[in-house]
């Protein structure tokens, strides 16, 4: 028998003959078509004949089987007004086996404050490097211009910080994205990493914190830096171009967007003066052995960081690179995108600038845009590299279009769209590359206002005409992080008797600029099973 607990009314009965021997052991099976309707059974069972019976009465939970299916439907909106979204093809086109439904609604004005979470990652050095330490100096003077240019914004960090329990990354947050898979997966660590970096930011912009890190992190690099202008990887190592080359390039680029001060600007001389030492020396290497002269990649970076900021050289330099530069444009179909990304750069520095405007043009067309990924390159010469995916093509293909602004009219839409995609692949990734993230924030720093970090209005949703406002059923009510929180994040939890049972459409009143990404989960009942 199984019984109703609630009712104590016998819900199925059944019986069978069977036989066992002495000592032995014997199986019986039942059927019984298991529904939803009763959450738990009694499963009462006995035996016996005519000399001898026994039984016994024990509880069955009934545990279903329903499969959670998470549809996403995800939509930018990239100017102040409405839109509205039709969302009747969500839950099977309404249909009656889709159960369990609920729509959740994610939401940030202000994108650029994804990519400005990373900055954490790399402003605590836990490599004491050269790279590291660079890195962690250009976060530190990018988070104290990010602080003095928006003065408001601290009063955000100091509510988001009062919520803490709430600071959550965005894999976190979405519950409904979870699953025993995924916590196997290095997508939850992922988000525990980021959650840890989101808590850490508030202190970040701490006024003595900053200046704290500012000071130590120059005087530990200061004291890698040789006697010649190199940099060793690691203290006690030989020196190292490479490493050389890259802390230059982060510490000039500091010097442009965030300003410096006088010790800074004396490590950047003294690196160019190594790093031209090691061109001169190759180039009459190759003037000695007769050899063509013409410029690697690793030479064109060369040249573009030189660029960065003016400095003096020798007559020796100057021949070497004007020689250089008379042959950069002779074959730009060899180039990557990363390469005549640069040398555009370059040339427009040295003068070159009707040929620099032939290779940023040459970077628009290999260009492809989707409306809600942004613009971005997707060709074999947007290599990838150790440095992760293809953000540093992606970054210097943006810096040659911006020097290049005013030679074509559109620019600012292109460098917009590109911000967008690198906007976008901060969503997906966890960026604790070094480089990457300099490279990264850099370009954000003097990105249109719309992704830079900004005061923002919220926008208005209604579902079916009904407005959704935080009193709107008691999961309405909870956002994950609430509109105090500086990132601009909200998240609306729409009850199943609000949705409408065919036809759904979602209207957005936008009030600025930013992303508004959204997910819809719904669930199907397959099957249910009984479970002893």
Known sequence: ELIDPETEKTVHKASKKFSVDKNGTVSVEFDFSVSDKYP??????????KMFSD??????????????ITETVPFFIDSIGTKSIDLSGMFNGGSESATDKQMTIEYSDNPGWTVIQALESISNVDSRDAISLSAALYANYAI??????????????????????QAKSNLEKNEELKSILLQESPWLTTAGNETEQMMKLADLFDQNIMDSRISANMEELRKLQNADGSWSWFNGMEDSYYVTATVVEHLAQLDKTAGTNQAVHDMIVKGYKYLDGK???????MKKEKQNIAASETTMRYLYISSLVKHDVSNDVKQMQKEYIEKLGQNINALT?????????????????????????????????????????DTDRAYYSWMDYRIPTHIAAMKAMRMMEKDFNDTQDYLNNMTLWLIRQKQTQSWDNPINTVNAVGELLQADKEFAIHDTAEARFSLNGKELKETVGKKAKEPEITSASPNGYKKISVPEKMLGKKKNELTIVKQSKGILPMYIPRSTIHSHKLFA
Not at 60 to 68: A, E, G, I, M, R
């Open 40 to 49: 738990l059974l009694i499963c009462r069972i006995s035996a016996g004949n």
């Open 55 to 68: 039984g016994e009465r024990s509880y069955l939970p009934v545990l279903t089987s329903k499969k959670y």
């Open 144 to 165: 104290r211009k990010i602080a003095a240019d928006n003065p408001s914004m601290l009063d955000k960090i100091e509510a988001w910080k009062n919520h803490g329990a």
């Open 279 to 285: 061109e001169l020396e190759k180039y009459r290497r």
């Open 337 to 377: 995108i990363y390469g005549r990304a640069n040398i555009a750069c370059v040339l427009n520095a040295y003068g070159k600038k009707e040929i620099a405007k032939d290779f940023v043009k040459s970077l628009r067309e290999y260009t492809v845009y989707k409306p809600d990924m942004g613009r971005y390159y």
